[in-house]
């Protein structure tokens, strides 16, 4: 049933931070007045300054502010908003939000409902997908019953296997078991772990596919049960479930791979009905077999991979789906030039274990130029806390190749300044700088499989360190008496001292804590 053409005049947004700021400047463009909500720690972000109006829900932490769902839909009611767009985290893929936003006559920009409830239970979007001819993982369809069954279907599959929470979803509650002695207990310790988690103890089993690539769709419906794709995002570069870098395209696709993940995505996205903004998420084994296996039911971090591109705006789409607009660009219309990466600049010590940082940004510097973008929420002054995602920026690059690309992203990287707040920087250098990822060939293990790649240039060995020491002594000596810094000429003429030639100073490579990457 096509359905009917609603305007959208104004929109609460329903986040903060650099997401917040992505959904207003479209509205703006769009000539839609955004409503920002914020919480006391938020009083003076830039998404609040941004914003036509806005709206305070609560106290810092997010259970008493951005998580209140009766609050934002108060909001919205309050100011006169048409619809809510709930960004990403937060209530964005809460269907029991989606049904308070709709019932008080509101717009949720986004799919409906029964879309993410069917792909938000990993055992019914399994049914699902099974249904709809989408190959998922093999492994089981109902919940796991008793030991004796868990068992023989774990040999029918062959170890290792998977444990995994039908309630759970990136990366929580899922445990790898590989071997039959494991089984039963690991089972017993999933299923109460799920209970504490989810309220919700279904667990069920997979085959373990080891260290595969983990690469995702993006497609998008409309209201007329048009659906389509628009390519996929490389996402294996991460660590502990954390993205660092997203490009696209995939190193590891080729054309027929790349349309055949693209036509599933499609299939599981009619499967369910979806409407709007999904991201269908897939893991690539070693034999380049790919498998479903969660649905995103929202707009992602790393769109903007896939709108450098096709050069689309997201947003844009979202919005005019959510009025009853039909897509207004059919599968063969949508095309995809040249590469784009995108890295996650985040408050964290990567050299301490990447312990979540706060303080206050004390000197910033954004990078700018040709093909870079940079999505934000950071400005000289602003307070770091811990009461969100550590998340402080998004740094995108666009090039005709991936060569290009990668120069780009390390020229970009070179331009950033940020003091006051520690942050994965030289991490993220490292990581563009990386063998794996120069190469291409890198998967969702590399980071944690390979750290000594990952880590800064190695300190001195105490010898070293020593004869760096006495070195410098003899040098400093050297130039106290008059001597040139450097050796004599071949011609055997001394260069004049003043004019002892400009050295790049030892100093300057050395191992520093907290100095040059
Ligand atoms: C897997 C898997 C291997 N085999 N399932 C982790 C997060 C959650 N979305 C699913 N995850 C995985 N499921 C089977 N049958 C490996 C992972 C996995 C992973 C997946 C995507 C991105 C990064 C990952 C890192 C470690 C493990």
């Given at each position: 049933m096509p359905a009917a053409r609603r305007p959208i005049r104004k929109v609460l947004v329903a986040n903060r931070g650099e997401i917040a700021l992505r959904v207003m400047r479209t509205c703006r463009e769009m000539g839609i007045k955004a409503v920002a909500v914020y919480s006391d720690a938020d009083r003076n972000a830039l998404h609040v300054r941004a914003a036509y109006e806005a709206v305070r829900l609560g106290p810092a932490p997010a259970a008493e502010s951005y998580l209140r769902g009766d609050l934002v839909v108060a909001a919205a009611k309050q100011t006169g908003a048409d619809a809510i767009h709930p960004g990403f985290g937060f209530l964005s893929e809460k269907a029991a939000f989606v049904r308070q936003v709709e019932a008080a006559g509101l717009i949720f920009i986004g799919p409906s409902a029964e879309a993410m409830e069917a792909m938000g239970d990993k055992l019914a979007a399994r049914r699902h997908m099974l249904a709809a001819g989408v190959p998922v993982v093999p492994g089981t369809t109902e919940p796991a019953k008793d030991d004796a069954t868990l068992l023989a279907e774990a040999r029918r599959i062959g170890f290792p296997v998977m444990i995994k929470a039908s309630a759970g979803g990136g990366g929580k509650g899922i445990r790898i078991v590989r071997g039959e002695a494991e089984l039963v207990s690991a089972a017993a310790r999933a299923r109460g772990e799920a209970r504490g988690a989810f309220a919700d103890d279904r667990i069920y089993l997979e085959k373990y596919l080891e260290e595969p690539r983990h690469i995702e769709v993006q497609v998008f419906g409309d209201a007329h049960g048009h659906v389509v794709h628009l390519g996929e995002r490389e996402?294996?570069?991460?660590r502990r479930h954390q993205k660092v870098v997203e490009e696209r395209p995939s190193p590891l696709l080729d054309e027929e791979l790349r349309g055949k993940m693209g036509a599933a995505a499609v299939r599981a996205a009619q499967a369910v009905g979806y409407r709007n903004a999904g991201t269908i998420e897939f893991l690539v084994d070693k034999h380049r077999a790919f498998y479903m296996l969660e649905m995103n039911t929202r707009l992602q971090v790393e769109h903007p991979v896939t709108e450098w591109t096709c050069g689309l705006d997201l947003v844009r789409w979202q919005l005019l789906v959510a009025m009853g607009e039909p897509l207004p660009l059919t599968q063969e219309q949508i095309r995809h030039e040249g590469h784009a990466i995108e890295v996650r600049l985040y408050a964290e010590d990567a050299e301490n274990g990447f312990l979540p940082a706060t303080g206050r940004i004390v000197r910033l510097q954004l990078p700018g130029g040709a093909g870079v973008r940079v999505d934000s929420g950071l400005y000289e002054g602003l307070e770091v806390t811990p009461h969100y995602d550590p998340m402080l920026a998004k740094i995108s690059v666009h090039a005709a190749t991936r060569e290009q690309a990668l120069a780009r992203m390390a020229r970009a990287l070179f331009e950033v300044t940020v003091t006051g707040v520690v942050t994965n920087l030289p991490f993220l250098r490292r990581a563009i700088d990386s063998e794996p990822f120069r190469s291409g060939r890198y998967d969702t293990a590399t980071i944690e499989s390979q750290p000594e790649l990952f880590r800064p240039r190695v300190p001195p060995t105490r010898e070293q360190h020593l004869a760096l020491i006495g070195a410098t002594m003899a040098h400093v000596l050297r130039r106290r008496r008059g001597f040139p810094a450097s050796e004599p000429a071949a011609d055997g003429h001394a260069p004049p001292p003043a004019a002892a030639p400009a050295r790049r100073s030892g100093w300057r490579d050395a191992w520093r804590p907290g100095g040059a990457p």
């Open positions: 996402c294996s570069m991460q």
